[in-house]
C-alpha cells in the first residue's frame, strides 16, 4: 500500500472532556435511532442509481449483518475510544467499493444523507441547549468527515493500484514473443518503446532465448513509429546479448523515418543484422537456422583456423 | 578453485562451476591450453551457466582463451551464459569479440560439430 497510509489519519477525536461529551451525545441520538435511521437512509439510496445496483446485488442477510457489525464498531470508536478496528474496517469498505465501480461522489451522496437524517434528530434532543447542540453537531461532522478521510485515501489507493495492475497487463499484452519454429522466436513490437519498455523487452527477450533454447530470433519494429537514440543503443544492446547467449537477432521492419532518424542520430548500427520487411526477416531467419556455418561469421576478430 | 576438464571424442568440456578468482582464471586457461596439445582436441564448450557474474577480466580471459586455443588448432564455444549475466556483460562493454556462444552445451557441441565438420568438407 502506499506511503500516505502510514502517516495520517487515524480518526483521533480529540478526546478532551468536552469534545468526548459531544461525541458521546452524538452517539446517544445514533444508537437510540439506529433503526429508523438505518431504515430511511437505505430506503434514500434504493433510489440511487448507483446505490440501487449494489442494494440489489448483495443479499438482505449480509448486508443487515454489515450493518451490525459497523454498528459495533463505530460504538467501540466513539465510546470507548477504540478506533484501530473501525478504521481497519472502513479501509476494507472504501476498497471494496472502489473495486465495485462506486465512485467517490456517491460516497458523500450517502454520509450526506446519513448527515439529513441524523440533524433534525440532534436538535429535537438538543433544541434548547443550542450550545450543547453545536458541540455535538460539530463532533458529528468531524467524526464523518474524518471517516470520509480514510474511506477516500483507501480508494484513490486501490484506484491507482488498479491502474498500475491495468499498465502491467498493458505492457504483458504489448511485448509478446512468440516461437515461430523450432529455435526461432518472433518479436513484434508495436506502439511507442520508451526506455522502461525498452528494458522489459530485453528482460523478456533474453529469458525467452533461455527458456526456448532460441537460436534465430527477428525483432520486427514495423509497429514503431519513432525510436530514439536510447532506444536505438538499447535495441543494439539487446542484440548483442542474444548474442552472449548463443542466439542471432534480425531487425526488421525500420520505417523510412526510423531509418533517417538512426542515421541522423549517428547511432552505429553497423553491428545489426538488418532486413526491410518481416518476410524478409523470416527468410533469413530460416537460412540461418539451417545454414550449418551460419554461426561461424563473426566479423571481429575472426582468426582463420589453423591446420 | 580449479575447473574440471572433460574429454569427450575430439572435443574438451570445461564447466565452470563456481566464482573463479583471477589466479584461477589464468591457471584455467594454462591448464586448458595445455590440454588442448595433449589430447589433440579440435573443440573446446566452457560452460559459464552456473555464473551470475561474469566481469570484465573473466570476459577478457575467457576470449584470451578462445583466441589462444584457435592458435593450438581447436575451436572454441562459450555457452550457457544466464540472460541476467548477458545483458550487464553488454553494458560494460564487454562483448566477447570474435568468440563462438550456444545456449547450452548440447547446442555448443552441436557447433562445434557443424563447424568441424564443415571445414572438413571445405577441404582445409
Known sequence: ?307 | MSVPVLKQGDCLIASVQSVLTDADLLQFREDLTQQVGRFRSRGVVIDVSALDVLDSFASRTLRGIAHTVRLRGAQTVVVGIQPEVAFAMVQLGLRLEGVDTAIDLEEGLALLNRRLNGSRSHGH
Open chain 1, 1 to 307: 500500500m502506499s506511503v500516505a497510509h502510514k502517516q495520517v489519519l487515524p480518526i483521533r477525536p480529540d478526546r478532551t472532556p468536552p469534545d468526548a461529551r459531544a461525541l458521546g451525545d452524538f452517539w446517544k441520538i445514533y444508537d437510540a435511532h439506529y433503526d429508523e435511521i438505518t431504515a430511511e437512509a437505505t430506503a434514500a439510496l434504493a433510489d440511487d442509481p448507483e446505490f440501487a445496483v449494489i442494494l440489489r446485488a448483495v443479499p438482505r442477510e449480509q448486508l443487515e449483518d454489515g450493518q451490525r457489525k459497523s454498528r459495533e464498531l463505530m460504538r467501540r470508536a466513539v465510546v470507548d475510544g477504540d478506533l484501530e478496528p473501525y478504521v481497519a474496517d472502513l479501509r476494507v469498505q472504501g476498497a471494496a467499493y472502489a473495486r465495485m465501480g462506486l465512485s467517490f461522489t456517491g460516497w458523500f451522496r450517502a454520509v450526506g444523507a446519513f448527515r439529513a437524517l441524523l440533524t433534525p434528530r440532534l436538535l429535537e434532543s438538543y433544541g434548547a441547549k443550542p450550545e450543547r447542540l453545536l458541540a455535538t453537531v460539530e463532533a458529528m461532522t468531524g467524526f464523518l468527515d474524518r471517516a470520509m478521510a480514510v474511506i477516500g485515501e483507501e480508494y484513490l489507493a486501490t484506484k491507482e493500484k488498479l491502474i498500475h495492475q491495468q499498465q502491467d497487463a498493458l505492457r504483458e499484452l504489448s511485448t509478446p514473443v512468440l516461437q515461430v519454429r523450432d529455435k526461432m522466436l518472433l518479436l513484434p513490437i508495436v506502439g511507442v518503446v520508451d526506455s522502461h519498455r525498452a528494458q522489459q523487452l530485453t528482460e523478456h527477450l533474453l529469458r525467452a532465448i533461455s527458456d526456448n533454447r532460441a537460436r534465430v530470433v527477428v525483432l520486427d519494429i514495423t509497429g514503431v513509429p519513432a525510436v530514439d537514440s536510447r532506444v536505438a543503443n538499447h535495441i543494439v544492446q539487446t542484440v548483442e546479448a542474444a548474442r552472449l547467449m548463443g542466439a542471432r537477432a534480425i531487425v526488421t521492419g525500420l520505417s523510412a523515418e526510423v531509418a533517417q532518424t538512426l542515421v541522423t542520430l549517428g547511432v552505429e548500427l553497423g553491428k545489426l543484422n538488418t532486413v526491410g520487411d518481416l518476410q524478409g526477416g523470416l527468410e533469413e531467419a530460416d537460412r540461418l537456422l539451417s545454414d550449418r556455418m551460419a554461426f561461424t561469421t563473426h566479423p571481429n576478430g575472426e582468426l582463420k583456423l589453423a591446420e
